[in-house]
């Protein structure tokens, strides 16, 4: 069995390294036996999970400028998006990538760009300085672990959430729910990239397309979650 992994839009969203997880992914299944292919989605190409020829895509991070111009390609696409989402195909989303999902990006002069609108929430960006945090959630009493560097915040209704944070904060200062998670999406503020450090969640996602998956992690992978957790959370 082949699992392909899609990128979209590679040339913009590796902010953090985030491509990493998708190395990850393709390492841990290629040491389980799997046989597995990184597939790129450059901007203005037709994305493979359109036809249905993607077990995994990822979409990353990216500037606050070429995010407008990936919402305005992924519009082209919403449909076939919003049907991969109801029908539980396995899509991880990192970094200001979940805000593409909400009702509308707000820059800091009150401007709105209106994004696909599956979930309630909306992001509003900062003037000037990052906002950096190293953080803890929990899904399903799982400890997930990553870090985040934004200039934006989300607000508003997530009747999904992805994290109920344990050390820092959620979409937002003043909530500790965090991501989205609805079927076999996941979006999250969090990168890190996220997999590599979080390699039993990465073991689960697997498991959503591969339901054979054995793979356990390398010690090391295990240990420097294990000390990375203890580190954050005492």
Do not use: W
């Amino acid at each position: 069995m082949k699992i392909v992994i899609e990128i979209l839009y590679p040339e913009f969203n590796n902010l953090f390294g985030d491509r990493g997880n998708a190395e990850y992914l393709k390492a841990r299944l290629e040491r389980a036996g799997r046989e597995a292919e990184i597939i790129e989605t450059y901007m203005f190409s037709e994305p493979n999970f359109v036809n249905g020829k993607a077990d995994i895509l990822l979409i990353g991070p990216c500037t606050e400028k070429s995010q407008l111009t990936e919402l305005s390609e992924l519009k082209k696409y919403a449909e076939a998006l919003k049907s991969r989402i109801e029908n539980g195909g396995v899509t991880l989303a990192t970094g200001n990538a979940f805000e593409l999902f909400g009702k509308y990006i707000e820059n800091p002069k009150g401007e709105k760009t209106e994004c696909l609108g599956f979930f309630p929430y909306y992001a509003k960006q900062f003037s000037r300085l990052r906002f950096n945090d190293n953080a803890v959630g929990d899904f399903n009493g799982m400890k997930i672990t990553g870090f985040k560097n934004l200039l934006s915040h989300s607000y508003g209704e997530n009747p999904y959430p992805f994290l109920e944070m344990q050390k820092g904060i959620g979409m937002n200062k003043e909530t500790k729910a965090e991501g989205v998670h609805k079927n076999n999406f996941f979006a999250t503020y969090h990168t890190g990239p996220i997999l590599p450090l979080n390699p039993d969640f990465t073991s689960y996602l697997i498991k959503l397309c591969d339901e054979s998956f054995d793979g356990e992690p390398l010690s090391f992978e295990k240990t420097a979650y294990d000390m990375r957790i203890k580190e954050l959370l005492g």
